[in-house]
């Protein structure tokens, strides 16, 4: 954002209007705690009562953790801490972190995840303009990242009408426009059309909660230094397969959810269990077409290696905020095979 100048735009918009400015540029790629104890000393000291985050989701997800540390620290000692105007503007069109309560954090090579409504953010500002310098990877990548949001959120125990509508139109826009965009990052349709389901996703999931597709992703990306998007891509199908209970009946809730999703798709979906299927097939080919590995092993990551850290994984993964609303409680084992079955 700052080689691009949009954060110079920015710092401009509010010279003009008579408001000082300090910027923090030191986020990272799965912010840690380090990086949030920087930006925590420099926004403390600016006594700042606007807070605004302009980049992806790292650098939203550390706005966020700012925030909430500011507010915990102050709490602690006795400050009352009024909440500062947060205004989010995202560079990219995948987490959906510029109306959500959540953010991720990595703590000693493990990523946490905080929800609170503290840290949601007041004023949310999409721009695709921001997004039309962003890699092929980072466009793929993200674009996965909104489908697994609105997936999740439209089969959690928390689903409501009203989550299943902002869900139902995210897939359709992503399975509409996220090749396109992939291919072109100067269209403006595609952009605006990939923001606007990535917007809507988080609005979704924000009300619902996720499930363990994130769960998992948390743990596999913060092990192995995978993206978060690119995590959840090559979990995806593996988790489908496990809430919809495709080696026993499929007809029970997920799998009910997911042959609606394939409805909505206009994919035949004449049994649960043809509608999943279809909808896992119809995802394959999506990802495909946006160059993503077809398992975990096309990573060059070392069999030994990922076995040595299953156990580990899975025990993060089940206790993630994540896990709670997903369709189908797992255990930990099944947790496992499912990391196996991804490799």
């Known amino acids: 954002m700052e080689s691009l100048g949009y954060l110079q735009e920015v ?46 989701g ?88 909104v489908l697994v949001h609105a997936i999740e959120a439209y089969v959690s125990s928390k689903a409501t009408d009203f ?29 605006d059309r990939v923001m606007n389901a990535s917007c809507l996703a988080g609005i979704a999931f924000t009300n619902t909660g996720l499930g363990i597709n994130h769960s998992l992703a948390h743990a596999f990306g913060g092990t192995f230094h995978i993206s978060h998007g690119r995590s959840n891509a090559l979990l995806l199908n593996a988790v489908i397969e496990f809430n919809a209970e495709l080696t026993g009946s499929a007809n029970g809730y997920a799998a009910e959810r997911y042959a609606k999703l394939a409805e909505v798709l206009k994919l035949p ?16 080919k999506l990802k495909k077409s946006l160059g993503i590995e077809e398992h975990i092993g096309a990573l060059g990551i070392n069999q030994d290696e990922f076995e040595k850290e299953l156990e580990q994984m899975a025990e993060t993964a089940m206790i993630d905020r994540c896990t709670p609303t997903n369709p189908r409680q797992p255990s930990k084992e099944e947790l496992i095979r499912i990391f196996q079955k991804c490799y």
């Open 163 to 191: 989550t299943d509508a902002l869900a139902e139109k995210a897939i359709k826009l992503i399975f509409e426009n996220l090749e396109i965009l992939y291919k072109d990052t100067k269209n403006d349709h595609a952009r």
């Open 269 to 284: 979906a004449r049994t649960s269990r043809e509608g999943t299927v279809n909808l896992m097939t119809a995802i394959s």
């Open 11 to 56: 710092v401009d918009y509010l010279k003009e209007a008579g408001i000082s400015s300090t910027v923090f540029t030191g986020v990272r790629p799965d912010p840690d705690v380090q990086i949030i104890a920087n930006g925590l000393k420099l926004y403390r000291e600016s006594g700042a009562d606007v807070l605004v985050a302009i980049g992806g």
């Open 58 to 145: 790292s650098t939203i997800d550390s706005a966020k953790g700012i925030l909430y540390f500011a507010w915990k620290f102050g709490s602690l000692e006795g400050a009352q801490i009024k909440k500062p105007l947060f205004i989010a503007i995202p560079s990219t069109s995948g987490t959906g972190s510029e109306v959500t309560d959540f953010s991720v954090i990595t703590s000693e090579g493990e990523k946490v995840c905080i929800i609170d409504e503290f840290i949601a953010p007041d004023i949310a500002i999409l721009d695709s303009t921001c997004i039309k310098h962003v890699p092929e990877r980072v466009v793929a990548d993200t674009g996965i990242d």
